[in-house]
């Protein structure tokens, strides 16, 4: 066989040369690729970590504003609980001034005024204790919401730095300049306005007029006004019905006698007891009660005797006289604030309970309790002396069960904007990695020269790498499909983002036009 002679050197070192090459190549390559993916990595974490605090803190807003009003109901229970007892102690001593003269009668109606004594007692020395302490634990929350709200763009910045060198400590984060305010990695936004309500209504006690910056802050502390009245549960609502005895009409039918004086032949009555009581959220004066009512707890109990009489009259056939209150048997009367102590009228006289028995709801208020708003009907009125002397009970009940300024609606937080469901672009994260710091294949063996320069490849502008994401907070309730009719709330209506709900959480979100925009202006184009 013919033997084949020549050399392969140059072939194998041609061959070498491709395969280094080749090899550097794609070192350099998955480099690049490497670090862009962790870098990105990095941004996305950063945003969603500062998207998380601030989904925290609306959290904690919403809890803490809920705080304020479970404290500001159990305010208006204490005060119901007070002017109920209150009403129960003058209703048993009513009975007892008429039941004292029939025998064996006067030893149930004095034990029942007794125990009604004792409970009344009890209540009196606890309310204040109790109001006092709700109060004062009102204001710890408020204090609360005023300190760490603010708090949160600093926090915000630190969990940044945080998880930026935890990911990749070699990021380059004084170069970002984004934001348009200052050179910052994160463009931070405040999203909370506080509400000072109790100061609004200083402000209409004192000059008569809302300040332009205050307008706002009025209408938020009316909603949260209503949020707190809405919650309520019945027993410091309403509370007017019928009562009866156990055993007994609601409505008694006495035939042939009058109930009071009439200018015919009676042909029959009818009596019955009207329980009336409220208990308002309002104002100590007439225009702070109008127009910001935010600084007092009151309540009103009263319990009455109604009757009407059908009559009839020669040539005018019958007439009935109107159903309503004759004689107050029970009154009661409670308030929180330091400058209400004669006002009762202001925030009550309108409201339905005192237009059920308003001689009674008038015997709450000193500035009523002498008139004739508070006296009883005809020969009832001798009640009026030896019975329930409103005078004295005006004075006895005057004073508040809490006088300081911690009664009414305390400040808070609430969303600048409300009306939808995500908020976006809490932050818009950008990092960037000078090149210098990622060594190429050819730094890696040993060889420094410019030719093999790590940004003579795609992907490093400007001899760095680049990373930016955008985060969101959005408020979702029970799922993300919470729009469909079997996750709608029980009473089936929608439920879009508010202060009241701690349904917050975070997400990452596509940049805005306007993030874009600032986000080429920073790499260079």
């Known amino acids: 066989m013919n033997r084949q002679r020549g050399n392969v050197i140059p072939y194998l070192v041609a061959l070498m040369i491709t395969i280094l090459l080749a090899a550097q190549y794609v070192f350099n390559a998955y480099r690049i690729t490497n670090e862009t993916t962790r870098l990105q990595n990095t941004a996305d974490a950063a945003a969603y970590s500062v998207a998380n605090v601030y989904a925290q803190n609306h959290n904690f807003v919403a809890l803490s504003n809920r705080a304020l009003v479970a404290n500001q109901i159990t305010m208006a229970q204490v005060v119901t609980m007070t002017s109920w007892s209150r009403m129960l102690n003058t209703f048993a001593q009513t ?40 109060g004062l634990y009102s204001f710890m929350v408020a204090r609360q919401q005023e300190f760490a709200t603010p708090m949160v763009t600093l926090i915000a910045q630190e969990i940044l730095s945080e998880v930026i060198e935890a990911n990749d400590p070699d990021v380059d ?86 109930a009071e004086d009439v200018s015919g032949v009676p042909l029959w009555s009818r009596i019955s007891i009207e329980r009336a009581g409220e208990t308002v959220l309002g104002g100590d004066t007439n225009s702070v009660n109008r127009r910001a009512p935010f ?60 237009r059920v028995n308003p001689r009674g709801s008038a015997c709450t208020d000193l500035d009523y309790a002498n008139t004739r708003r508070a006296r009883n009907d005809g020969g009832f009125i001798l009640m009026d002396v030896i019975g329930l002397n409103c005078n004295d009970l005006a004075n006895d009940y005057s004073d508040s069960l809490n006088t300081s300024d911690n009664t009414g609606l305390q400040s808070f937080k609430n969303l600048r904007q409300e009306g939808y469901v995500e908020m976006q672009s809490p932050a818009f994260i950008y990092i960037r990695k000078s090149g210098g710091k990622i060594q190429s294949a050819a730094e890696v063996a040993g060889n420094m020269s410019d030719s093999h320069a790590l940004d003579e490849y795609p992907g490093a502008a400007d001899n760095a790498f680049h990373g930016a994401a955008g985060s969101a907070v959005f408020f979702r309730l029970q799922s993300d499909s919470w729009m469909r009719t079997d996750t709608l709330r029980r009473d089936r209506r929608l439920e879009f983002g508010n202060a009241y709900n701690p349904f917050w959480e975070p997400r990452l979100a596509s940049m805005t036009t306007a993030q874009r925009i600032a986000l080429r202006t920073a790499v260079g184009g």
């Open 173 to 258: 984060y004084s170069a970002a300049e984004v934001s348009v305010t200052a050179s910052t990695v994160a463009h931070l936004r405040e999203f909370h306005g506080p509400n000072d309500c109790l100061d609004v209504s200083d402000t209409v006690r004192n000059r008569g007029n809302f300040l332009s910056s205050q307008r706002e802050t009025v209408a938020r502390c009316h909603q949260f006004r209503n949020v707190v009245m809405e919650s309520r549960d019945g027993f410091s609502e309403a509370r007017t019905y019928r009562f009866s005895f156990p055993g007994m009409p609601s409505r008694i039918t006495l035939f042939g006698i009058p």
């Open 95 to 134: 009975i007892n001034d008429i039941g004292q003269f029939i025998p064996y009668v006067n030893s149930v109606t004095g034990y029942i005024e007794n125990i009604s004594n004792s409970v009344q007692s009890g209540i009196e020395i606890a309310a204040p204790v109790i109001a006092q302490t709700i």
């Open 295 to 354: 600084t007092s707890w009151s309540a009103i109990d009263t319990i009455s005797l109604h009757s009407s009489t059908r009559y009839w009259r020669l040539f005018r056939g019958t007439r009935t006289t109107r159903h309503q209150e004759r004689v107050k048997l029970g009154v009661g009367h409670a308030y929180t604030g330091p400058e209400n102590d004669d006002g009762h009228h202001i925030i009550h006289e309108n409201q339905p309970a005192w």
